[in-house]
Structures are given as structure tokens and as C-alpha cells.
């Protein structure tokens, strides 16, 4: 999709995955369906946007700017509130789990929290470097802050007060995650640790296996196991009460991101040495994934957990069975890919560039055949350059084709709900479909899954 009109910063789904939001440095907010239509563009912003997410409901969006604004919309564009406060640009906006709380972190090294009114309730000065990054706890009670100062703040929600201000990391604090019981919460470093606590801020555990910068962490989705990667190259498994399970070189660079699968079973990490790993939770390698030709920036599984998507410098984002096939290699981008989000049903993904673009790719492939016939019949019916003859049978074709992928499909889902061990659905496909009219005059139909 193209639109904006310089790089694309961030981009999102709303919550029931029909429409996408866009944060661009043009300054403008945009909302697309995930057909690729432009539906609003949301102008205010006196510098570029840098984050964007919706409100648990989808009813309205948040976004951050460099004009040290953050503000609040409804989908049809109408700006609902405006935050202004910061006295630098924003570098990160987060929304509370029930949307009834907005938290915004600066280069200012300030954190405002604002209620759904727009109104500020209260400012934490206590920061003395730029915010990295803000968490909201799974219930909506606690906020997360982490800094370039090394510190980490709690912050009732309720209130806006701070409870506790962490300061055992000797260096920047990158990451900080929840557990997804909201029971414990950690967070990594540049002083090379990782360090778990309790949820009111009680320190639990200091987790000593990196020998540098440890730049992302992740809890298993069934919270009894946790990631970490980095600097060093290594990537460290532990268990929930804070004991090394394996720690081993994952890769032969700088590693810089990893995940989990929906059923905690395998984890994948990815780096600057251009590869995905796949990992047993006992550290069993099982496959590398060798299709990039730049660094690795991205990595995310699908929901269903059969496939795993990547992202890197090399503008290319490529879809993997988790037996290690290349199913697919998406090359629309001229520019490196910054972000992967996939909607919640897995069915389609979402890219975004520093070519100011992003794309939404359809991996449904059974429905894009179906939509792909049902397109050709449109045209076909309403061209006026098409004889009468081709067109009766192409119509024809079209229509058995059509039914014919309907039954296999319907028969497909019979059988995926008969077995836990179906094969991975067929992977993503670019169809062209090429119609001559009798003037010899050829159009070129082209669908891009």
C-alpha cells in the first residue's frame, strides 16, 4: 500500500483484524482496510509520527509524535483528544489494556499519564535519560517504564503515582515483559543481565549468563520459561524461578531477536548474521533458516504455530515452514523491513518498510484462489473488448474452477479438524492472469499472496 509520503515508522491491526493504522514521518496518521483501501488520513501531528496502536475496543487510535505530542482519534479520523506536554519528541505511547489509560515516554526523559479524558493525571520527572520503552501490566493496574538511566519505574494506573523505582541494572534498560499471569515481570539490559521480579517490584532473580548487551527478552506464552539474546551471541533459556536450563552460541553474531511459539515448545531467534534458528526448549537445534542476505531485524510466529515469518535489512520478508522450507520469499520492499505483525487469525501479515511503504500479504491461500476466479468473472462480464465467445468461456472455466476450489477447501477443513497433525496449508502464491481482447491487446491480471 502506498500513501504516505515518507518512511513508515509503525504500523498496526485492529483488534478483530479488519483494518490497519499507519504512523509515517509525513506527519499523518492513515486507516486502511485490509484490502489496501485508504479510508482515513488523519492529519494534526507537527512533525513525523513514530507509534500508532489501537484501543482494546477499535473504536479509536492513539498516536506519538516528535512534536512531543500524543494524541487520541476515532477510526473515521476525527482527532478526539490532544496530548501536549512533552518538550521533546515521543519515543514510545502505550495503551492500558482496558483503554481507559494512555502512558507516553519522551526524549524529555519525562512520562505522562493521561486518563480517557485527555486529562494529565500525573508526570514522573524521575528519569534522566530517554525512555525506552512502557509496559502495561496484563491487568491495567501497573505501568512499566525503562530508560536509557538505567532505571525502571512502576507507576499505579490509577493515580499516576510512582510505587517503586528500580535501580539495580548498572546499564540501559532495553526490554521490559510481563509474564502473561501478570505475577512477574522482567527485564534486560546493556550492563548484560536480566533481571525477574515480582509484580510489586520485589527483586526475585538476576540472571548472569551473557557476557554483553542483552537486547530482548521473551516469556514462553504459558509463562513457565524465559528468553534472552544479544551482544554475545548467545541465547539463554531459563526456567520460571530463574535457573539456567542451557545457555549456548546461537549464532555467530549479534543475535537480536527472539520468540516463542503459541504452544511454548520451540523458540526461534534471529540476528546480524543473516539466519532464523529454530529451538527445542532444551536448546536442540533444529533448523537454520538461510534465505537473508542482510541482518535479521524481526521474527514471528504464526498464530497457529505451523509457520514462522522474518524480516531484515535485506528488504525481504519470508514465510518458513517449521520444517525449514522456504515457502515463500515477499520482495515488493526497496527498503529494510523494521516490523512483522500478524493479524489474529493468521491469515494475513503485515510489513512495513523504510521504503514508506507497507504491505498487507494474504496468506489465506484457498480463499485468494476462490476471490482471484471471482475477479476474473467481474472482468470478464463488464469488459466491453472481450468477444462474446471467449467470454462465455472463460465464465465457464472460471465458475468450475471456482467450485472446485470451494469443495477442496471445505474438504481441507474436514480433514484439519479430524487431526492434530495436518500438513501445513499451502504456502503463499503470486497468481498472474493474462486476458486478451480480439483487438490483440493484452491486460495482465495480478493477485500477490
Not at 546499564?171 to 533481571?195: K, N, T
Not at 529454530?278 to 536448546?283: I, Y
Not at 533444529?286 to 542476505?293: A, I, V
Request: glycine residues 10%; hydrophobic residues 40%; proline residues 2%.
Amino acid at each position: 500500500m502506498m500513501g504516505h509520503q515518507n518512511r513508515v515508522w509503525e504500523v498496526c491491526f485492529s483488534p478483530d483484524g479488519n483494518l490497519i493504522a499507519s504512523a509515517s514521518l509525513d506527519r499523518t496518521i492513515k486507516i486502511w482496510d485490509t484490502g489496501g483501501n485508504l479510508l482515513q488520513t488523519m492529519v494534526g501531528h507537527g512533525d513525523g509520527a513514530l507509534s500508532v496502536s489501537f484501543s482494546p475496543d477499535g473504536q479509536n487510535v492513539v498516536s506519538g509524535s516528535r512534536d512531543a505530542t500524543a494524541k487520541l482519534w476515532n477510526v473515521v479520523g476525527n482527532p478526539l483528544r490532544k496530548f501536549m506536554g512533552h518538550e521533546e519528541e515521543l519515543t514510545c505511547a502505550a495503551l492500558s489494556p482496558a483503554g481507559d489509560a494512555i502512558a507516553t515516554g519522551s526524549k524529555d526523559k519525562r512520562i505522562h499519564f493521561w486518563n480517557a479524558a485527555g486529562q494529565m493525571v500525573a508526570t514522573l520527572q524521575g528519569h534522566t535519560d530517554r525512555i525506552h520503552r512502557l509496559c502495561f501490566s496484563p491487568d491495567g493496574q501497573t505501568l512499566l517504564s525503562a530508560g536509557g538511566d538505567t532505571a525502571i519505574f512502576m507507576w499505579r494506573v490509577a493515580d499516576g503515582s510512582v510505587f517503586q523505582t528500580l535501580t539495580s541494572h548498572r546499564g540501559e534498560v532495553y526490554a521490559v515483559v510481563y509474564r502473561s499471569d501478570g505475577q512477574v515481570f522482567a527485564s534486560c539490559s546493556a550492563d548484560g543481565s536480566v533481571r525477574v521480579w515480582r509484580a510489586d517490584g520485589t527483586w526475585l532473580q538476576t540472571l548472569n549468563g551473557h557476557s554483553g548487551e542483552v537486547y530482548d527478552i521473551a516469556f514462553s506464552p504459558d509463562g513457565t520459561l524465559l528468553a534472552s539474546v544479544g551482544k554475545d551471541k548467545v541465547a539463554c533459556l531459563w526456567s520460571w524461578d530463574g535457573k539456567l536450563l542451557t545457555s549456548f552460541e546461537a549464532h555467530s553474531a549479534e543475535i537480536f531477536a527472539v520468540c516463542f511459539s503459541p504452544d511454548s515448545q520451540l523458540f526461534a531467534t534471529a540476528g546480524m548474521d543473516q539466519s532464523v534458528r529454530l529451538w527445542k526448549t532444551d536448546g536442540t537445534h533444529l533448523k537454520t533458516l538461510n534465505g537473508h542476505s542482510a541482518e535479521v531485524r524481526t521474527i514471528a510466529f504464526t498464530p497457529d504455530g505451523k509457520n514462522l515469518v522474518s524480516g531484515g535489512d535485506d528488504a525481504v520478508v519470508q514465510l518458513w515452514g517449521l520444517d525449514g522450507t522456504l515457502l515463500r520469499s515477499f520482495t515488493v520492499h526497496n527498503g529494510p523491513v523494521r516490523s512483522l505483525q500478524l493479524s489474529p487469525n493468521g491469515k494475513s501479515l503485515l510489513s512495513a518498510s523504510g521504503d514508506r511503504s507497507f504491505v498487507v500479504w494474504n496468506l489465506d491461500m484457498e480463499n485468494l484462489l476462490v476471490r482471484s476466479c471471482r475477479w476474473l468473472q467481474a472482468f470478464l462480464r463488464t469488459n466491453q473488448n472481450v468477444s462474446e465467445e471467449d467470454r462465455r468461456n472463460c465464465l465457464a472455466g472460471c465458475g468450475w474452477l471456482s467450485k472446485n476450489l470451494q469443495q477442496k477447501a471445505a474438504a481441507a477443513r474436514q480433514r484439519r479438524s479430524q487431526t492434530t497433525q495436518a500438513a501445513p496449508e499451502d504456502d503463499a502464491t503470486q497468481i498472474q492472469i493474462m486476458v486478451t481482447d480480439d483487438d490483440g491487446d493484452s491486460t495482465q491480471i495480478q493477485l500477490r499472496s
